[in-house]
């Protein structure tokens, strides 16, 4: 049982808008930023959104991050076949002194 | 270019230790804090330990405190992580991660990974 609650999956075709929910508490989300990787099979993941929505310049703006309250949602544009991946929102709990890590969301391009 | 090289895995028995490394280049280790993060076959991610920049204040996932301990030497630019009473459950690709500074501990740069199988 995670923390941060993650839809397990999510699907789009090509050139669609999907969107990646997650969710948390005061502790976590509330009071502190999010930040969202990608993971592709067999390898490491990749940072992909950082304080809720800033992105590495290496990331395409079709990646875009949002926060209100305690949720957050990572947005992607313009879907592509490559985005295929699990996609996992973080977040630094003060109560546990722990970062806290989503259980994930599949995405799959139709 | 960054780089973090994951190293020490392997196949260990129920109850034996094992030490994982993490060699760093291509950016200012010393102004990084470190984290381990695993993976289990087939389940998501998992974050094990963290360790300031400076060395001075450790965190650690319940389901490993008091049993891994994380350090890291300036000195090699090296990130550790000491296993011991090695659990099957412990099963996982283990990866290190850096920190920035002020990136809301943002992992922006990850090892390759290496696999810690725990069985008899």
């Known amino acids: 049982q995670s923390v941060l609650t993650q839809p397990p999956s999510a699907s789009g075709t090509p050139g669609q808008r999907v969107y990646i929910s997650c969710s948390g508490s005061s502790s976590n989300i509330g009071t502190n930023t999010v930040n969202w990787y990608q993971n592709l099979p067999g390898t490491a993941p990749k940072l992909l959104i950082y304080k809720d929505s800033q992105r590495p310049s290496r990331v395409p703006d079709r990646f875009s991050g949002s926060k209100s309250g305690t949720s957050a949602s990572l947005a992607i544009s313009g879907l592509q076949s490559e985005d295929e991946a699990d996609y996992y929102c973080a977040a630094w709990d003060g109560s546990l002194n722990s970062v806290v890590f989503g259980g994930g969301t599949k995405l799959t391009v139709l | 270019q960054v780089q973090l090289v994951d190293s020490g895995g392997g196949v260990v028995q129920p109850g034996r230790s094992l030490k994982l490394s993490c060699a760093a280049s291509?950016?200012?280790?010393?102004?990084?804090?470190m984290h381990w993060v695993r993976q289990a076959p087939g389940k998501g991610l998992e974050w094990v330990a963290f360790i300031w920049a400076d060395g001075n204040n450790k965190y650690y996932a319940d389901s490993v405190k008091g049993r891994f301990t994380i350090s890291r030497d300036s000195s090699k630019n090296t990130l550790y992580l000491q296993m011991n009473s090695l659990r099957v459950e412990d099963t996982a690709v283990y990866y290190c991660?850096?920190?920035?500074?002020?990136?809301?501990?943002?992992?922006?740069?990850w090892g390759q990974g290496t696999l810690v199988t725990v069985s008899s």
């Open positions: 291509g950016f200012n280790f010393n102004s990084y804090g």
């Open positions: 991660a850096g920190d920035p500074p002020q990136s809301g501990y943002a992992f922006d740069n």
